[in-house]
């Protein structure tokens, strides 16, 4: 019997400026939402209070929770990476417009840089692939926009005379920041008055948060249409990696939990993955506050957070160190 394997292109089979734009498009939903929410868990108001939503919004449903939009569009960009062997960064994602439950969101993927790893002994041949993420909603309004870097192998017998290509990675995303704008038609003032929040100034300040289990990794994978198989199969490494949106959520969580006024999240600066994490891991995070902006609607405040893993079998690990921008009152 002729049986052929399926999947997404290896590092050798990509090309600066191809796009992958064929994912299937999502209807945020509350179901989906629900589920999110029981995996990584949220303090958000405005997700989780229709009213308060409403009000400060103008919208009669929910906004969609931030962590959400971003997984849903990272899933979708997966069509490129189904073999990948790690994410490395993500650099400046930028909310441009903040979908509501009942909004419909679709991802175009483009390949923009490609790096061939050095050879080493004992290692099967990877490439690194920088791939350029745009989303919108169902009316074409742009909604995400950003660069993500992944680690891919190379097919199991690419063409001696392929291309060599040694992108330079450094260069991918990045940016002079820019100003921070906080959404033009919200009505922040009723918000304070609604959860009675104060004024946001502690800047230069470090907290530690409590910990949080990493639990149902492959369902999370799942329903954000995440098909990378090494969240999936454990024969792809011999164990099964964490997808690094669900190390990233449970970070806004703690985050959230230290400051139960945030509002929402603007954006994401960088964020690097400098270690995996695997199910059963206790993740916890020591979130600074690296600057506040504090303007005449509310606070912009920039924020980093280092992220361990703790574990039975190792010494504590970092895992992540994620720089973002928050909306505070």
């Known amino acids: ?34 589920v999110h929410l029981s995996i990584l868990g949220s303090r958000l108001r405005l997700p989780l209070d229709v009213s308060l939503s409403a009000l400060v919004t103008g919208r009669s449903t929910p906004l969609a929770h931030p962590a959400l939009v971003c997984d849903v569009a990272i899933g979708q960009s997966t069509l490129v990476t189904q073999h990948v062997i790690a994410n490395l960064f993500y650099r400046g994602l930028r909310f441009h417009r903040f979908p509501h439950i009942g909004d419909t969101i679709t991802t175009r993927t483009e390949v923009v840089a490609l790096k ?32 993500r870097c992944a680690m891919l192998p190379l097919s199991d017998d690419p063409n001696p005379n392929r291309p060599r290509h040694n992108d330079d990675m450094s260069a991918v995303g990045a940016s002079e920041d820019s100003a921070w704008e906080i959404p033009s038609d919200w009505d922040l003032d009723a918000y304070r008055e609604r959860t009675g929040c104060a004024p946001f100034e502690v800047p230069g300040v470090t907290f530690r948060s409590s910990g949080d289990v990493v639990s149902n990794a492959p369902e999370l994978a799942r329903i954000s249409m995440n098909i990378a198989a090494v969240h999936h199969d454990r024969r792809e ?36 993955h400098t270690g995996p994490v695997r199910e059963g891991d206790t993740v916890v995070s020591e979130v600074t506050v690296d600057s506040v902006d504090r303007g005449p609607r509310g606070s912009v405040v920039h924020l980093r957070s280092i992220v361990r893993a703790q574990r039975d079998d190792a010494d504590d690990v970092e895992v992540l160190d994620w720089r973002f921008v928050a909306l505070m009152s």
């Open 237 to 272: 490494r011999g164990d099964r990696l964490v997808y690094g949106g669900h190390t990233i959520g449970l970070a806004l969580a703690q985050a959230n939990r230290i400051f139960p006024d945030m509002i929402g999240i603007l954006g994401w600066i960088s964020c690097d």
């Open 116 to 147: 061939e790893n050095s050879a080493r002994p004992g290692r099967a041949p990877t490439g690194l692939v920088a791939l350029r993420i745009t989303t919108i909603d169902q009316n074409g309004n742009l909604v995400l926009d950003f660069h």
């Open 1 to 34: 019997m002729n049986v052929t394997s399926t999947g997404g292109p290896y590092f050798d089979e990509l090309a600066v400026g191809d796009v992958y734009d064929r994912a299937p498009a999502v209807t945020l939903t509350d179901g989906v939402a629900a």
